[in-house]
């Protein structure tokens, strides 16, 4: 049995989330609810296989992929989101964002659109710009805590920009919707329609709450198979970000040898080997630990939800379908995103992720980390509605 109301010290533990307390001088006893990472021990068969490793056989040389890993990934598709890949259309990289920038690079030109629907997850934009390519913003239309594709708009952008490929995020970060069948099909029929190839993006592909399901881009489009590249990951369904290690889907053969020669020139060939044994102990053991992890979030989920509503009840909160990740509209409260940001951190202690991050339709947001001990949630609640009222503000 798994206990996550338990509070995990992580100071001091080299963590992104919760080091960069100190490193950026906030008080002390700032909660950290920012990066997207679980305050929760992962699953034992992860932490046995790579104990297992580390300690039995004290040799990390050059590694080879663990036989059966992409089998496992794939066994978990299908049997958690119906949709059948074949382990050979799988390409490995240190992480997704990485493969977002290889796929860039491969497949567009300098100066090519890049279609995505802000706000989303901000390495989409540093990954195109980066990349010399240019960012065709069509932005999610917002009715109150809901987030819908504007599909006019959607088509318009490409067919005017010179739009080659599209990042989909699905289910979408920050905003939590999680796509119908029907939306990834008109997404899809817009696309195949302008030549335009899809990217999507499925790393939270398992964080969905029920009547919401996720559908897997190439179930709603098994057409598309050649047009579409699926990135997916076990670091966040598991929790295990720090081994870098994602799963990129490229059906097409022809699409999937010249990403492979893209990734052999940038020099990334092979993936660490701790990645590899993590990968496949939690896509052949861990679904039990998973089911545990996702009914404490969605109850996460709700209980924030009340929380805010009885304490701050003028703030919106997105409707949370997918991810575990809360968008939650402070504008009301008049400040300004480095004022916003500033109340946040010096007087109410809690560090979320500032929604101007993720593009300027998040100014007025924060995004709140709900992977994390049910009292962590209650006590940022308590501590924001306290500093609103010192001062003055609601
Ligand atoms: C939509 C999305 N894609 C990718 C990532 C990060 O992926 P990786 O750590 O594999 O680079 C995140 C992390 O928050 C995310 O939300």
């Known amino acids: 049995m798994y ?23 906030c008080p002390p006893d700032t909660l950290a609810m920012g990066t997207a990472d679980m305050d929760f021990e992962v699953c034992s068969a992860v932490a046995e296989a790579l104990a297992r490793r580390a300690a039995g056989h004290r040799i990390y040389g050059y590694s080879t992929k663990l036989k059966g ?16 890949p074949r382990p050979e259309w799988i390409l490995n990289t240190p992480g997704v964002v990485c493969a977002l920038k290889m796929i860039i690079q491969c497949f567009t030109c300098p100066d090519d659109g890049i279609l995505i629907t802000r706000p989303v997850y901000y390495p989409f934009m540093r990954s195109i710009e980066g990349n010399g390519r240019r960012i065709v913003n069509s932005p999610l239309l917002r009715d109150g805590s809901h987030y819908d594709v504007d599909f006019d708009d959607f088509e318009e952008k490409i067919r005017r920009n010179g739009v080659t490929m599209f990042l989909l995020c699905n289910p ?18 817009i696309c195949a329609r302008h030549h335009v190839l899809i990217v999507t993006d499925e790393i939270h592909c398992d964080f969905t709450f029920a009547p919401h399901r996720f559908v897997p881009f190439l179930v709603a489009n098994p ?7 699926v990135c997916t990951a076990p670091s966040k369904t598991f929790n295990l970000p720090g081994l870098k290690y994602s799963n990129i889907f490229v059906p097409s053969r022809e699409k999937r040898k010249k990403l492979l020669d893209h990734l052999e020139r940038c020099g990334i060939t092979t993936c660490n080997l701790f990645g590899y044994i993590a ?13 545990g992890v996702l009914k404490y979030l969605k109850r996460n989920s709700d209980f924030f939800r009340e929380s805010m509503a009885r304490e701050l009840p003028m703030m919106v909160v997105s409707e949370l379908q997918g991810t575990y990740l ?3 509209d402070f504008s009301v409260l008049g400040l300004s995103d480095k004022q916003l940001y500033e109340f946040m951190i010096y007087d109410a202690h809690v560090r979320l992720d500032d929604g101007i991050m993720f ?5 007025g ?22 500093a609103a009222d010192a001062r003055g503000l609601i």
């Open 279 to 291: 990968c496949k102990a939690a896509y052949t053991r861990g679904a039990s630990w998973f089911d």
């Open 359 to 363: 593009g300027p339709e998040g100014s």
């Open 365 to 386: 947001f924060q995004r709140f980390n709900l992977g994390c001990p049910r009292s962590v949630i209650g006590e940022s609640v308590t501590r924001i509605k306290r």
């Open 223 to 229: 057409h598309l198979e050649n047009e579409v590249v």
């Open 172 to 189: 979408h970060n920050p905003v939590g919707r999680v796509w119908t069948a029907d939306e990834l099909r008109r997404m899809g029929e």
């Open 326 to 328: 809360a968008w939650v």
């Open 69 to 84: 890993c992409d089998e496992a990934v794939c066994d978990w598709m299908k049997k958690r989101h119906g949709w059948e």
């Open 3 to 25: 206990n996550f109301d338990m509070i995990i010290d992580r100071h001091n533990t080299h963590s992104i989330k919760w080091d960069s307390i100190k490193e950026n001088a």
